[in-house]
């Protein structure tokens, strides 16, 4: 299973569309820092499975009855869905991991820094950021198969552009 994550898009669409288009993912989820480009997104692969969490950009223009924090299973792996800011991840990850492991996440998935990230803790937890998708053009792909994580690794523009 291929599930492709984005964050940050700031109706910068064209990346996201990018990925949508080569990479064919299972599922996307996008986190937050404008959600309608996720809802943009949705109809370009109905296919995949879709999450989506709002960000920080989002708290004036959006239904605030979404949730800040989605806990999903995917492929057998369970799931820590947040944009960060409501953990302060720019000033640090305590808040994210703690609260990712209290959920019983093996993967927990931030937007916000516009920094990728990807890289797994000493107890195992995963945590990735895909950075900036709309003004940098990077994502994470996570490859999952029968609920273990087989890979994990940050796309940019370039790359998309090479495979094509």
């Not at 924090?69 to 057998?76: D, E, F, M, R």
């Not at 305590?94 to 019983?104: F, I, P």
């Not at 927990?108 to 803790?121: F, K, M, N, V």
């Not at 890979?151 to 495979?163: K, V």
């Amino acid at each position: 299973m291929r599930l492709l994550i984005l964050s940050d898009s700031h109706r910068v669409l064209s990346f996201m569309e990018q990925c949508v288009d080569t990479l064919h993912p299972d599922c996307v989820i996008h986190l937050g820092d404008y959600y309608p480009d996720g809802c943009d997104l949705r109809p370009l692969c109905p296919q995949a499975a879709f999450y989506q969490v709002p960000g920080n950009c989002d708290e004036y223009g959006c239904d605030l009855r979404l949730p800040r924090i989605l806990t999903p299973t995917i492929g057998g792996v369970k799931f820590y869905l947040t944009h960060g800011h409501q953990h302060h991840v720019k000033q640090s990850l305590y808040y994210l991991l703690q609260d990712a492991r209290a959920a019983g996440a093996r993967i927990a998935l931030y937007g916000h820094t516009h920094i990728p990230d990807c890289h797994q803790e000493p107890d195992g937890l995963w945590v990735m950021n895909p950075g900036a998708s709309g003004s940098a053009g990077s994502a994470d792909i996570l490859e999952i198969e029968n609920g273990t994580i087989q890979s994990c690794r940050l796309i940019r523009r370039a790359d998309l552009e090479e495979a094509l």
